[in-house]
């Protein structure tokens, strides 16, 4: 079982539309998780941070589900330019370096 | 600030050849790191660096070399390239090794080898 993994899509969505997508993680001890965005070749940014129940910034929510060892993106409102790719990174705090997810492609249709 | 960056954006070696990608921030950030990106395989760490001086392995270190003799500077040498090696080069840094630091990227290499 890999350590940090996506659904890969593409997940095709209406404008407009909520979109939600998971990230499952294989370490219980991991303390902090994120959501970067990429574009078509370009590099991850960071999109939000999920310390500990969840995370909210304007149309996206982040929620953290420690029992099932699963962090989710919401994304509401749908807009075109939300159309990318969704990575999901794992820390731990007795190894700082961050595990990665491989994605899951987004894709927004007018 | 210009954040991180990386030199060359795109680069084409024969099998064989070495070569440096460059990477460097201006953020006085302690820890940096080397990823690289294949389709469907996530971003894996080549190497990092958790301050000057201080290099160590991540989980695919082999065929690479790193150095760290500034704070600034971090840069990843080909030995001798492979066709497995082409791939697309993230450079990244972030304040220090605390869990909610934040990771910053370079606009990254890509690099073929024939």
């Known amino acids: 079982r890999k350590e940090v993994e996506q659904d890969p899509g593409p997940f095709n969505v209406p404008e407009g539309a909520t979109v939600a997508f998971n990230c499952t993680y294989s370490?219980?001890?991991?303390?902090?998780f994120f959501w970067y965005r990429q574009d078509c070749r370009k590099e991850p940014k960071l999109l939000m941070s999920?310390?500990?129940?969840?995370n909210e910034d304007g149309r996206f929510t982040a929620q953290l589900n420690r029992a099932s060892q699963y962090i989710s993106l919401l994304i509401r409102d749908s807009k075109l330019s939300d159309s990318a790719t969704y990575l999901c990174?794992?820390?731990?705090?007795?190894?700082?370096?961050?595990?990665w997810g491989a994605g899951t492609k987004l894709i927004i249709k007018p | 600030n210009a954040g991180v960056t990386q030199t060359p954006k795109f680069q084409v070696l024969k099998t064989g050849q070495s070569m440096t990608l460059q990477c460097a921030q201006d953020?006085?950030?302690?820890?940096m790191s080397w990823y690289r990106q294949d389709p469907g395989m996530g971003l894996r760490l080549i190497h990092y660096?958790?301050?000057?001086?201080?290099?160590d392995q991540g989980e695919v270190p082999n065929g690479y070399n790193v150095s760290r003799s500034t704070t600034e500077d971090f840069p990843l040498r080909l030995l001798s390239a492979a066709p497995s090696q082409t791939s697309v080069y993230f450079c990244a840094s972030r304040p220090g090794t605390s869990s909610t630091d934040t990771q910053y990227f370079g606009p990254g290499t890509r690099l073929t080898v024939l």
């Open positions: 990174a794992v820390n731990m705090d007795s190894n700082y370096q961050l595990i």
């Open positions: 660096s958790v301050g000057a001086g201080i290099t």
């Open positions: 953020m006085n950030h302690e820890y």
């Open positions: 370490n219980s001890a991991s303390q902090s």
């Open positions: 999920v310390y500990s129940s969840g």
